[in-house]
């Protein structure tokens, strides 16, 4: 007894034209899933990468120097923030060692919300007749901040890095 198996075209019919489409439709699928998400990660301020991470770690020797330098002058900073008309001011009081006001110092301050830490702010802060620093930080959103401090004092650098909460403006 001869047993004869008989061909058949899956192609042909209907349902083998519909499996052919499956590979494809998933590749499509996959492509169109993967490009969808680098779009919403590129345009997302909440999403950044630190500011010259690879100059940083190979210049690590250097970040170092800087903190031994910001101990040795040990020079205080006092950030405070302030509603105002306008949005939220930022305050800064610097002392030296002993406790006396720094006068005459250069000092710039990069902030930014912790939740859109790609939305980065450098304020130059003006000195008062009253020896504080001072910037506008306009349309500030409540939530926590870091403000990285950078002063020059004559021949003297001295950085820092403060968190402070900016709270909701009222009647906001």
Do not use: C
């Amino acid at each position: 007894m001869s047993t004869k198996l008989k061909k058949v075209d899956t192609a042909a019919t209907p349902q083998g034209r519909l499996w052919a489409f499956v590979p494809v439709a998933l590749l499509v699928a996959s492509v169109g899933g993967v490009g969808s998400l680098v779009a919403i990660a590129v345009r997302d301020p909440g999403f950044a990468l630190e500011k010259n991470y690879y100059e940083r770690a190979v210049h690590w020797d250097r970040e170092r120097e800087q903190v031994a330098t910001n101990e040795r002058l040990g020079y205080g900073v006092a950030l405070v923030l302030r509603d105002v008309t306008d949005g939220t001011e930022l305050e800064l009081g610097l002392t030296d060692r002993a406790g006396v006001p720094l006068r005459g110092a250069v000092v710039t301050v990069e902030a930014f919300a912790n939740a859109r830490s790609g939305e980065r702010r450098v304020l130059r802060l003006v000195a008062g007749a009253d020896g504080l620093y001072r910037a506008p930080l306009p349309s500030a959103r409540a939530g926590l901040w870091e403000f990285h401090i950078d002063v020059l004092a004559g021949s003297e650098h001295v950085t820092r890095v403060v968190r402070a909460d900016v709270t909701a403006r009222r009647g906001s």
